[in-house]
């Protein structure tokens, strides 16, 4: 498996920007489709991005579409999403997750998971 580690959260002002990495372990990770999910207090895990292993296809929540991008570097081992126009909903924490074989937008599809990064909007 790939074992996952997020960077770049913080607090950001409402309409501002983020851009959030995810490293990755292993030489496999350019195999791996991977995604981007999101859990604010009290709420349910939710997916936000996902983006197939050489990056060709990507996948957004409507709440997110237009304003973040999922994107990859496979020669860095690296996942990113570039958040732009951040509201103040947007705020919990991120994970980057990885799925063998499955371009998925569900959870337990995914097979390794990072720590989480908190991203905090305020108004």
């Known amino acids: 498996q790939v074992q996952l580690v997020e960077s770049g959260g913080g607090l950001v002002q409402a309409g501002g920007s983020l851009r959030l990495s995810c490293a990755a372990s292993g030489r496999t990770f350019s195999s791996y489709n991977m995604g981007w999910f999101r859990q604010a207090p009290g709420k349910e895990r939710e997916f936000v991005a996902a983006i197939t292993s050489g990056g060709g296809r990507t996948y957004y929540a409507d709440s997110v579409k237009g304003r973040f991008t999922i994107s990859r570097d496979n020669a860095k081992n690296t996942l990113y999403l570039q958040m732009n126009s951040l509201k103040p909903e947007d705020t919990a924490v991120y994970f980057c997750?990885?799925?063998?074989?499955?371009?998925?937008?569900?959870?337990?599809?995914?097979?390794?998971w990072g720590q989480g990064t908190q991203v905090i909007v305020s108004v």
């Open positions: 997750a990885a799925a063998w074989g499955r371009y998925t937008v569900t959870a337990a599809d995914y097979n390794s």
